[in-house]
């Protein structure tokens, strides 16, 4: 074994388990709802430029009246 | 007020056409045939040679093998015959794009949400009853019944009510048959929803009586639910992921910390309190949880529970797959031909139908699939993945369980789903009740009762029915053989019931926050007041009539004297198949509008035969006069009784117990016979529907505009070459052009 291999291979693991870590990140915090006010921002960014979007503490405020009086059922 | 992007002509296609990804090349052709020999491999394992016992591994083929190849090319089917969609339209989360509830959201991550938000407590329980037949009918029932029925309905629904801006299930039916069959349609899932939110609650209560351990651990919940609610609020709002990984260690210090209280003197009378004293507890909570605005408890609670969710299922999947279990209970047990077993009495059909709904076929997936998913979709194509393919993994996750179930000893599985009524609720008594059963091979002595009660820190697991416990025992069995040995058992065991608590609280939270605004909406017909769903008084109102709904059921089964559990649950599976077949009416009504006549059998055989079960069930359910099956005739038997001066009636002394029991036959009798009337009339609206548009010949369709699509996204879960094509034009593009896709 080389000495280039040796050190390659753990620098190629360790950059796809970074790649697997940030993807899970990215998923998990997708299904759990956590990237609800980015998409929020980009959204506003993108069809209302001329309006500052909510902070991230009014957002989820907002949010939750919003699930207050939108209630969703869960499956038994 | 959508926020709509004008489609340019310079922008790249929005929708790939399949060329080379159709063309059968002998990889593919190999694989598929590999696929489809390992599938039938295992099926002959488990149906044909059915040796003395079987690895659970054959299951998971058998399963598996079977989802692949329906997903493939049923499913595949479905879309080009009946659902046709066309990916150059855009999705209601393009046309009426609003940042908030209506977000293109990237197909895996939908995907995850939208399963976390169809599996639930269910497809755990079902299975685990419907074990008393033996292993093969349940089998089969998942697996055949998701692929041709329960997949089918939620890929249709979810579709159909995405092309209508995401209307819900209650909506649609409007649309469809008018006024009166719209009507009928909410009334029947309001009742749905009482009788669903009961028996999950009764099956928590089951869970949790005189269980120390069980209800501290649960109880504990509250604190930290409460505690990621102010976190969320006023430390770090928005930060979801990181709270719940806190979230998740305080719960496992509660599970472990439930062990330790459980052997204190102190935590054993605070905590042992019998099923009345809990069920009373949750009725309150329920009412309190449903009142209180969501981020208090609903929501922390919510994100506990997907991250449960999802993980346990993978680590059950994974223990599975190496601990590798061998099967002692046979195919078909004596109770597979009669109608006398001791989980639930009544015959394999259709009682085995209704008992496995979540899981094969349940109606309240339509509920889900039609409403918040469809909001979200990116491309319609995606429909298939997300409706038809979560299905799928939710009949795994019904596999699992029923693998789990059976994997414990049948001795132990009788001794714990029977009836206090049979086995006196004493070690001695069931023994005794399992010896008395006469089945080949199966006893259990009371030693062996015990000694699995202390493993697993609880003081006795004789009659714990409900499937829970069951199941928790199972899984417990499961995972300490690959992960921490007998000394685990006691935490895997209590890991489990809190893992089916905090689906079921979740559950019952949200569906009477659901059912309050259905009847305040319904009420509002008479007293437009109460249309204001932000008057606080209204809304108090119609929470305490729907927490009074249910838990007067809640407390009916508790408090049963022929077991409540086994009389109630038929009522669960029953409402949830008429659901179904509700919203499988609907979606029949909308295909033959559409005269897509030809291809109407794949909605009609599932919509037909979930009619003949759930009519027939309810039928027995009425008419039949074996005591154990019919309500009406248990009520007649016990009233009879009442009146000749007589003070018991088979196990059941007493008076005040004779009393109970026809009062709660009655009432179980009534609405079985509400729920068939029901069903029936909405069915009639359907068939009605499809006969006047066989007779004319316009295309009747209630869908939203069609609106041309400006953005591009796969349809399955890799893309194909077309699609990576098509993508990359698509990242070429200035970033201004492109629509971002956020993970929400």
């Known amino acids: 074994m080389t000495a280039s291999a040796s050190e390659g291979r753990p620098a190629a693991a360790g950059a796809l388990l970074a790649r697997a870590w940030r993807a899970l990140v990215w998923w998990a915090k997708g299904v759990t709802g956590e990237s609800k006010y980015q998409a929020y921002v980009d959204h506003e960014r993108r069809v209302h430029p001329d309006r500052e979007p909510m902070t991230e503490r009014a957002f989820w405020r907002d949010e939750y009246r919003r699930q207050d009086a939108n209630p969703e059922g869960r499956c038994c | ?744």
């Not at chain 2, 009426?96 to 755990?124: C, E, M, Q, S, W």
């Not at chain 2, 309240?364 to 993945?385: C, D, W």
């Open chain 2, 1 to 744: 007020m959508a926020d709509v992007a004008t489609s340019k002509p310079e922008l790249p296609p929005t929708a790939a056409e399949e060329t080379t990804s159709k063309r059968w090349t002998p990889l593919k052709i190999a694989l598929w045939a590999a696929i489809a020999l390992l599938g039938g491999i295992a099926w002959v394992m488990l149906a044909v040679v059915r040796g003395e016992t079987v690895n659970a591994i054959w299951f998971v083929f058998a399963s598996v093998a079977t989802y692949l190849i329906f997903y493939r090319f049923y499913s595949k089917y479905i879309e080009r015959k009946i659902v046709r969609p066309d990916d150059t339209r855009a999705t209601p989360a393009e046309y009426k794009a609003n940042g908030r509830d209506y977000v293109a959201t990237d197909r895996r991550v939908l995907f995850g949400h939208h399963f976390a938000a169809i599996a639930g407590a269910g497809p755990l329980v079902g299975p685990v009853l419907a074990a008393q037949m033996g292993y093969l009918p349940g089998t089969i029932w998942i697996i055949v019944g998701v692929v041709l029925a329960g997949a089918v309905q939620d890929y249709l629904v979810m579709f159909f009510s995405m092309r209508r801006g995401g209307r819900s299930l209650g909506q649609m039916a409007r649309d469809e048959f008018g006024r009166v069959g719209g009507a009928a349609a909410i009334l029947a899932t309001l009742l749905i929803m009482v009788i669903i939110t009961a028996i999950l609650a009764l099956v928590v209560v089951n869970a949790l009586g005189e269980s120390p351990w069980g209800v501290f651990s649960v109880a504990m919940t509250i604190p930290i639910a409460l505690f990621m609610g102010a976190y969320l609020r006023w430390i770090r709002p928005g930060k979801v992921l990181e709270i719940s990984i806190i979230g998740f260690v305080l719960l496992m210090a509660a599970i472990i910390g439930g062990g330790m209280v459980a052997e204190t003197a102190w935590g054993q009378e605070l905590f042992t309190l019998d099923r009345v004293t809990i069920a009373w507890g949750i009725v309150i909570y329920g009412f309190l949880a449903a009142v209180l605005p969501v981020w208090i408890l609903l929501t922390p609670r919510d994100y506990l529970s997907t991250f449960m969710k999802i993980g346990v299922i993978v680590a059950l999947a994974l223990a599975i797959i190496f601990v590798r279990p061998e099967i002692s209970v046979p195919a078909f047990t004596e109770f597979a031909a009669g109608d006398s077993g001791p989980v639930w009495p009544g015959s394999l059909f259709p009682f085995l139908f209704v008992t496995i709904a979540c899981g094969a076929l349940s109606g309240f997936h339509a509920l889900i699939a039609s409403g918040t998913t469809p909001k979200m979709v990116e491309k319609e194509k995606q429909t298939r993945l997300l409706g038809y393919g979560g299905m799928l993994m939710e009949s795994f996750v019904a596999i699992m369980a029923l693998v789990a179930a059976i994997s414990i000893d049948q001795g132990i599985y009788y001794a714990m789903n029977s009836s206090a009524a049979n086995t006196q609720g004493t070690i001695e008594g069931a023994a005794a009740f399992v010896q008395s059963l006469g089945l080949t091979g199966v006893s259990v002595t009371p030693e062996q009762l015990s000694a699995t009660a202390a493993a697993v820190g609880e003081e006795s697991i004789v009659s714990r029915t409900g499937g829970a416990p069951t199941l928790a025992l199972g899984l417990a069995n499961i995972m300490q053989s690959w992960i921490g040995g007998p000394s685990m058992m006691a935490f895997w065991y209590h890991f489990a019931i809190m893992f089916e608590a905090l689906f079921i609280l979740t559950a019952v939270d949200a569906g009477t926050r659901v059912a309050r605004f259905m009847l305040q909406d319904s009420l509002g017909n008479v007293f437009p007041k109460f249309k204001d769903t932000s008057w606080t008084l209204g809304a108090w109102i119609c929470t305490a009539i729907m927490v009074a709904a249910w838990g007067a059921v809640l407390i009916m089964g508790v408090t049963d004297p022929l077991g409540g559990i086994n009389t109630l649950f038929p009522l669960f599976g029953i409402a949830n198949q008429l659901l179904a077949a509700i919203a499988l009416a609907v979606v029949l009504a909308i295909v033959a509008k559409r005269r897509t006549f030809r291809s109407l059998w794949i909605v009609a055989v599932p919509l037909a035969f979930v009619t003949v079960v759930t009519v027939t069930a309810s039928a027995f359910k009425v008419f039949s006069p074996v005591p154990a099956v019919g309500y009406w005739a248990n009520h007649f038997r016990f009233r009879d009784a009442l009146a000749a001066g007589e003070t018991s009636v088979g196990t059941t002394e007493g008076v005040a117990a004779l009393e109970s029991v026809v009062r709660n036959t009655m009432i179980q009798g009534t609405l079985s016979i509400i729920f068939v009337v029901l069903t029936i009339v909405v069915i009639c609206f359907s068939v009605a529907n499809v006969i006047k548009a066989l007779r004319s010949s316009e295309v009747v369709d209630h869908e939203d505009e069609r609106t041309e699509s400006a953005m591009f996204a796969p349809a399955g879960f890799l893309p194909t070459p077309e699609e990576r094509e098509i993508q990359k034009q698509w990242d070429a593009l200035p970033a201004e052009q492109q629509r971002r896709r956020t993970g929400h």
